[in-house]
């Protein structure tokens, strides 16, 4: 069941559905949380027109970006061999999770070596801005603003809180309770919600250096980042 799960969100990441965000709780949750923001969310946003345009990606960049985004799907149906259904659960869910680790970081490279040092540095700052307040979330963002223990674990508890409300959800959409569209909805809904809840834990100075964090204001065509279809297809358009 854990391997279905994670191949399905693993491949609904890579092709563009942004349902991975907050799917499963409990011993799942570490494993869901690797497709969330940071540098791995942000390299996605690479498939998408808009970005490309704005990072000035040559065609020889995206030929390379292709050819990385093209693999990518083989190398996490790799990280999936050898394991063998009946066996001790959560020893299966830590090898997992380092296998899909070891990929995404691999991949991530490929990535990053397409692009120059400024181009490296954009997609940065707009990985940020496309995660909103909910960039705080990532270690280094949150060493950035100087978050407090305290707004730390109110934070890690408005995680939870939104990772059940959205496992819920698909819950529903296994059930037929829930269509793919509404389900989208749904989770759009649960995200505002919980960017706003995330706002209001911020000081003034801390907003001021996250949006200092994010570079120059930068204006995300439709499909914006946090909706379904979002990231793109391979090679823009």
């Known amino acids: 069941m854990i391997k279905r799960i994670l191949v399905a969100v693993a491949f609904a990441t890579l092709s563009g559905a942004s349902f991975a965000q907050g799917f499963g709780g409990g011993g799942q949750r570490g494993m869901m949380r690797m497709f969330q923001g940071g540098p791995f969310a942000a390299a996605m ?6 970005v ?4 000035k990606l040559d065609d020889t960049q995206k030929g390379k ?4 985004q093209a693999g990518s799907r083989q190398r996490f149906q790799g990280a999936f061999t050898g394991f063998q259904p009946g066996g001790d659960q959560e020893e299966m869910q830590k090898q997992m999770q380092a296998k899909m680790q070891l990929v995404m970081t691999d991949i991530l490279k490929d990535t990053m070596a397409v692009l120059t040092e400024p181009q490296q540095k954009r ?3 707009l990985g940020i801005q496309a995660e ?8 280094a963002v949150s060493k950035e603003i100087v978050l407090t223990d305290a707004q ?6 408005l995680q939870r809180l939104q990772e059940e409300a959205n496992a819920g959800l698909f819950e529903k ?5 829930l269509d793919r569209e509404s389900l989208g909805a749904a989770m759009v809904k649960n995200t505002k919600i919980m960017d706003e809840s995330i706002l209001k834990l911020l000081t003034d100075k801390q907003k001021a250096k996250l949006k200092e964090l994010g570079g120059e204001t930068f204006t ?3 499909p914006k980042p946090g909706t379904p279809g979002a990231f793109g297809r391979p090679g823009g358009g």
């Open 220 to 222: 995300f065509k439709d």
């Open 132 to 139: 909103g307040s909910r960039a705080v979330l990532q270690d």
């Open 123 to 125: 997609l940065k700052e």
């Open 65 to 68: 970006l292709n050819a990385v």
């Open 152 to 157: 730390k674990a109110k934070l890690d508890e």
């Open 173 to 177: 959409l296994g059930s037929g309770e």
């Open 52 to 55: 490309q345009a704005e990072l």
């Open 45 to 50: 946003l690479l498939r998408r027109d808009d």
